[in-house]
């Protein structure tokens, strides 16, 4: 339970003890070992760190994990969160080069306009959310500008969404693109809140279709290992 961090009590400190000790559990019990993961031992569970700041860069380095940058949400410290875990990266047993995924938020539809109308039910919950009134996602809204309250509440969510792609297909695609080569990212994951379940389909399956273009524009193979 304290590895899974379900005491109240733990303090952040104890994280990098933690994620080990989780590790440990995923492997093959030893002879005499007193606490044994059911199911879980010898599954040998691939283990990712998500992260959203320069310490999560640092921790997974040092274990020589996959790191996953929280980006789609808090974008500040994305490149140089990527620099020191490429810089400080030390091999493992399972990874032998660093690996890097980036999150982005994506809406895409038939137009710039359409995408842009339906990505309103995404800024209008991380405003309510930093109002202290968080809640199920609203329906979208013609126009975002008046449910901004003042400027400063603007300012703060194009910084917080800024990793977002939102528009026809082929702006989704030009703003992927230049997100790969501004992270050198390894993969990207992506989300996309959608208040419409059916619209919501829709984007992702355009986003599919222009997944081999995003490959196909990349120059070095090795620089973007796959999107999913």
Known sequence: MRALR?????????????????MYYFRFA???????????????????????????????????????????????????????????????????????????NVV??????????????????FLNLRRGSPGQLPPPIDDIEPYFGSPAERAMLQQTLSCSFVGS?????RGVQTFLDLTQADELIVTGHIYDHATRLRSFELLSEIRQGLIARIPDAAAVARVS
Request: proline share 8%; aromatic share 10%; glycine share 6%.
């Open 169 to 173: 297909p082929e702006t989704v695609l």
């Open 108 to 125: 895409a539809a038939a137009s710039d306009g359409e995408a842009r109308r339906l990505f309103t039910s995404m800024q209008q919950s």
């Open 6 to 22: 379900r005491d109240a009590a733990t303090a952040a400190d104890s994280f990098p003890r933690d994620v080990q000790e989780l």
């Open 30 to 104: 030893e002879p005499g070992q007193k606490i044994r993961a059911i199911p879980g031992a010898g599954l040998d569970v691939p283990v990712w760190l998500l992260g959203s700041s320069l310490f999560s860069a640092q921790l997974t380095a040092l274990l020589g994990l996959p790191f996953a940058f929280a980006s789609h949400f808090a974008p500040a410290g994305l490149l140089e969160a990527l620099r020191i875990y490429r810089e400080r990266f030390k091999p493992s047993e399972r990874w032998r080069q660093p690996y890097a995924m980036v999150a982005a």
